[in-house]
């Protein structure tokens, strides 16, 4: 993307946001419908949920406000949406299903924020933004599945929320890595610091 | 997009929307800021503006709702946001300046709505879901630019707001041609209809 | 309220509204423990859940959208909000505690929304507003409790989201009197139609 | 209201939020047009005024963040709502309307947050929830017009994104004063601390 890069950067795009005070984690859609190529999976989720749990991990040792998001459709399909018309198997995401749970690599503690959610966003139809700002939390570490969708609807509703967002580029995965690739650029030049892992773990 | 376009296949994302009884035209951005490859245009956004222009004669024609937005930013900077970080001249963007003027070849006519935002999306902050709500609006025929940035942030809160997205893929422009590319498969394969200026006049 | 009545009289408050073309049933907040007086309840909310049963039985032979609401708490109390500091025993309406199911004989019928929120209104931080848009739905039939509270929040957000709101009087019910007296009058003057459900009974 | 006061006593509401760390003072819908009794204007706003002038001067000797709130529609009508059905002349209060303009002893100044709004809520269709949010606000201190109308409003909804709401009953007016009354009640019983100015001034 070299010429698209010369565009951003003449135009002064893609400037530094940096890390906040007070940062929270958020992980999206680890679900294990979404870590099944059979289902919604593929690509590179299988390593994020790698470098996803080593974070998690230091999250709570540093006791950080955690907080996750599953797709919940209700059972008797009541609450269905555009999206399910788009991709009609969504609505297999219910409260019990298999598919909808939490990877268990990563299964949420008890007083970490578990968000239900029927759109991309993990902000869109939820409290998860009142969480946030009643806590305090200035940024908030991007996670999840899949780049070019969730996490991207998430990582620019973080920032039009006035959360400072930094998207952990190791631990966002998508099943097919042009789209992850693509929407990493647009996220980075546009609403978010997009960073590696480590770099994240050597700030908290 | 060959082996992305199989994988989006078989887990039957991509399925057609179609068209709604009480569609709204939605231009997004077309101000002279985005016209000027030296300010924030370039690419094919030139001729995304001319396409737009028969659009939105033909929607005045047939007398749907239009809605035009523009990103404007307060005098004083008192309203300045996290994106303006990322993308510092934005705040050149006010209410005065000829940068935020919608572009001569499609001003709105008294009784179009004219949306100020400052945040991607032209449903953030912003009172254009109950406006398109109250008129009983169904389907936005989504225009603008940038296809990577204001415009599918546009196209998907549509969607999560209960509208069907029409997003008018030559009637869209952004200034590289990379992301403009990238953002169409993903607002094709998830959240809207992609469809050429062509066959939305035909339905109109 | 004689000298209220005047003031908002000769300001031209008040103003009817009308009923629109697709009601949607709202009933917000009819469960178990706002239906004891030991918990939230008391007052008319009993009267109010009998008038409710009937319009709710006219509302299903009309085929019309029915959304209850109950407020729902997650067990580990993760997301306890600042209404649970002004408000502590709140936190007990969790998923599956009895004061948090709906009255047996408002039981939601499969296909029929049910909202679970955490704040007054039905729509914040919901779904609700998307479910009725995409519904084609114009007018918002509001019903339950408590009139000072949900009912009144609820009434006003259908009004900023585009839905015309009418507050079915007798089938609203409040823990005492005053308040609902006093939000009734206020709805009526500044957000909403306020008539019996006899008169909404005659137009479904 | 004593056997108001006894029913929710009974019910453990009212409990105390307490002072933040980081208060905004937030003044609402103080325009010429709502100081006029032969406008929206009346009962106790001119003393409202009077106090509001005072905790503003020391709110900006402290520094903290100001947000100054407006009704204000487009010349046009463009964007004529559903409240506009119910209140007609709410039309007339336009960008440049005598009346819509902020009342001469609290004119912003530069630096200072002023949000347009065309429904009660300052928060509703604007960016003032991510505005003080990213500005790291935790308490919004409520004053303005009307105490029945948009201060209800707009402390309800600085409770509901997660701010502390202390509503400043003597800062705040109203046409009439038993829905003055009415409404300090249930702000005070579920929403938001009903303080003196006097008490906010020796906090700050």
Not at 28 to 44: E, I, L, R, S, T
Not at 125 to 146: E, F, H, S
Request: glycine content about 8%.
């Amino acid at each position: 993307m070299t010429s698209e890069n010369d565009v951003y950067e003449k135009q002064n795009f893609g400037n530094k946001l940096g890390f906040g005070n007070s940062p929270a984690l958020l992980i999206v859609d680890f679900v294990n419908g979404f870590n099944d190529p059979n289902a919604f999976g593929g690509g590179n989720i299988p390593e994020a949920i790698e470098t996803t749990k080593s974070l998690l991990k230091v999250a709570r040792e540093k006791n950080i406000t955690i907080a996750h998001t599953r797709v919940v459709f209700s059972d008797d399909s009541s609450d269905l949406n555009i999206m399910c018309k788009k991709v009609p198997s969504l609505k297999t995401l219910t409260e019990a299903s298999e598919s909808s749970q939490i990877v268990s690599s990563l299964t949420p503690l008890p007083g970490e924020i578990v968000i239900r959610k029927q759109v991309p966003s993990a902000f869109f139809g939820t409290n998860l933004a009142p969480q946030l700002t009643a806590r305090g939390v200035d940024t908030v570490l991007v996670t999840g599945c899949t780049t070019s969708g969730c996490v991207r609807a998430s990582a620019l509703d973080a920032m039009c929320w006035g959360f400072m967002p930094i998207v952990v580029a190791d631990a966002c995965g998508d099943r097919a890595i042009g789209p992850h690739e693509a929407n990493l650029f647009d996220l980075k030049q546009k609403y978010a610091d997009v960073v590696k892992a480590d770099e994240v773990i050597k700030e908290l």
